[in-house]
Nanobody, 120 residues
Framework: QVQLVESGGGLVQAGGSLRLSCAAS????????MGWFRQAPGKEREFVAS????????SYGDSVKGRFTISRDNAKNTVYLQMNSLKPEDTAIYYC?????????????WGQGTQVTVSS
């Protein structure tokens, strides 16, 4: 089993920045792909970003490309999401995800989520 704990959410004004962190514990040797999803009230869950085991490869959802950056520190078993130029439509609960498979679109492990609120 893998446990994921997010931190770094909060309230920020439009145009501002936040950095989310996600610390993994448990059977971390099994983790390959890590990433982030988000879900806003009344909306479907949305893919935000993912990163490969090495941290070299990454993928982003269209709505965050050019504004968000995902990174990974395997020594700390942590994945980060740097969010810049935030917009009110970025308001959502952000979930950290992990999976043993490379470049999967379905994730086995999910964190509890952290709230991000962007005010206009």
């Amino acid at each position: 089993q893998v446990q994921l704990v997010e931190s770094g959410g909060g309230l920020v004004q439009a145009g501002g920045s936040l950095r989310l962190s996600c610390a993994a514990s448990g059977s971390i040797f099994s983790i390959n792909t890590m990433g982030w999803f988000r879900q806003a009230p009344g909306k479907e869950r949305e893919f935000v970003a993912s990163v490969s085991r090495t941290g070299i490869g990454s993928s982003y959802g269209d709505s965050v490309k050019g504004r968000f950056t995902i990174s990974r520190d395997n020594a700390k078993n942590t994945v980060y999401l740097q969010m810049n130029s935030l917009k009110p439509e970025d308001t959502a609960i952000y979930y950290c995800v992990a999976d043993p498979r490379p470049w999967t679109s379905e994730y086995t492990y999910w964190g509890q989520g952290t709230q991000v609120t962007v005010s206009s």
